[in-house]
């Protein structure tokens, strides 16, 4: 059986340690290397080419951060790039909107806070090693409280705009091209973003479940994604619910 193979970049010397136990008691995890740096967490990124990275956002030399930044702008400019680059799993104390923007900005693939429990942490690092976005559950009322102090802007902004465009890859922007995401789907999005079910959609947008299930299917079209997190993950590098 293929093993995850996963490098660890913190530098506390103790939570790298429990970091290391729990994921060692797993068979299908094998840990390849450690650094206590975000310049050497980069090196190591760049030699031994793992799996998935779990990376401390506050670590000395080079924050979580601007690793993965430098780390996915090398990926892009390579000539020849990992046939599966390393995937990136923010894992942090930090839960401010700047730090989870910043994360997804810089292509990190999933944010998740240091209070989760084992059971949720292999969650989260099997579904980033699957290619999937994972968000902490806690991140949703950040975004939750941020979406209500600009949610009066958003309605200005939408009572003008006819459509909206987004950031997005090359694949994406061929779509958002001859499709873009109208004002109703970028409210959509929003809600999407902050946890919101399909019925307290409907309920807030004074529409009916089946209408936003229409709305959600022509979203992930566009934005060229499988699901809800991933379209979520696309709106916050986009700055959509800043």
Request: hydrophobic share 45%; with cysteine; aromatic share 4%.
């Amino acid at each position: 059986m293929t093993k995850l193979r996963l490098v660890l970049i913190e530098d506390h010397d103790l939570t790298r340690l429990g970091l290391r136990m729990i994921f060692q008691q797993h068979a299908a995890v094998e840990i390849v290397g450690e650094a206590a740096d975000g310049v050497t967490g980069l090196k190591l990124l760049e030699t031994l080419q793992p799996d998935v990275a779990v990376v401390d956002v506050g670590l000395p030399g080079l924050d979580g951060i601007e690793l993965t930044r430098r780390y996915k702008q090398r990926l892009s400019a390579a000539t020849v790039a990992p046939i599966l680059p390393t995937k990136v799993m923010i894992l942090t104390m930090q839960e401010s909107e700047d730090a989870v923007l910043a994360a997804f900005t810089a292509g990190a693939d999933s944010y998740c806070m240091k209070g989760l429990s084992v059971e949720q942490l292999l969650e989260a690092l099997q579904s980033t090693y699957a290619g999937n976005n994972w968000i902490d559950p806690a991140i949703a009322q950040i975004v939750l409280q941020q979406y209500r102090q600009t949610q009066a802007a958003v309605d200005a902004r939408l009572h003008d705009a006819k459509t909206v465009d987004i950031l997005a890859d090359d694949t994406q922007a061929q779509v958002l091209q001859s499709a873009p995401l109208t004002p109703r789907e970028l409210e959509i999005l929003a809600l999407l973003v902050i946890g919101y079910s399909n019925a307290r959609i409907a309920s807030a947008c004074y529409i009916t479940v089946g209408t936003v299930k229409t709305h959600v299917r022509n979203l992930l079209h566009k934005l060229c994604v499988d699901d809800r997190t991933q379209a979520a993950v696309r709106a916050l590098r986009a700055g959509l619910v800043a």
